[in-house]
C-alpha cells in the first residue's frame, strides 16, 4: 500500500525556516511528478511546487518563488521543500502528492507567527 509521509513542520517565527520532508514508500518514486501542495481552512488547496521525475522542470507558486526549494532524492524516495524567509501567510497544512495520482499524505502544519 503506497504512503507517503510529511514530516517537520512545526512553529517558526516570521522570517525562520523549516524543512518539510516527505517519505514515500510502496511507490515507484522515481517514475512520478512530485508535487507540494497546502491548505488553510475554507480555503482550496494550493499548488506550491512542483519537481519532475528526474528533479528538474521545477515549477514553484509566485507567493513561495525565491523562498522555498523543492528538492527530491529518488533513491532514497524522499522530497523535500525548504522554507526559508517564511511568512504569516504560509500558515497552512503542507501535503505532498504523486502528481495525477490520489496518493497524498496526511500533512504536516506550518505555524509562522511571532
Known amino acids: 500500500q503506497v504512503q507517503l509521509v510529511e514530516s517537520g513542520g512545526g512553529l517558526v517565527q516570521p522570517g525562520g525556516s523549516l524543512r518539510l520532508s516527505c517519505a514515500a514508500s510502496?511507490?515507484?518514486?522515481?517514475?512520478?511528478?512530485m508535487r507540494w501542495y497546502r491548505q488553510t481552512p475554507g480555503k482550496e488547496r494550493e499548488l506550491v511546487a512542483q519537481?519532475?521525475?528526474?528533479?528538474?522542470?521545477?515549477y514553484y507558486a509566485d507567493s513561495v518563488k525565491g523562498r522555498f526549494t523543492v528538492s527530491r532524492d529518488n533513491a532514497k524516495s524522499t522530497l523535500t521543500l525548504q522554507m526559508n524567509s517564511l511568512k504569516p501567510e504560509d500558515t497552512a497544512v503542507y501535503y505532498c502528492?504523486?502528481?495525477?495520482?490520489?496518493?497524498w499524505g496526511q500533512g504536516t502544519q506550518v505555524t509562522v507567527s511571532s
Open positions: 510502496a511507490l515507484a518514486f522515481s517514475r512520478y511528478v
Open positions: 519537481i519532475n521525475s528526474v528533479g528538474g522542470n521545477i
Open positions: 502528492n504523486a502528481a495525477f495520482t490520489n496518493y
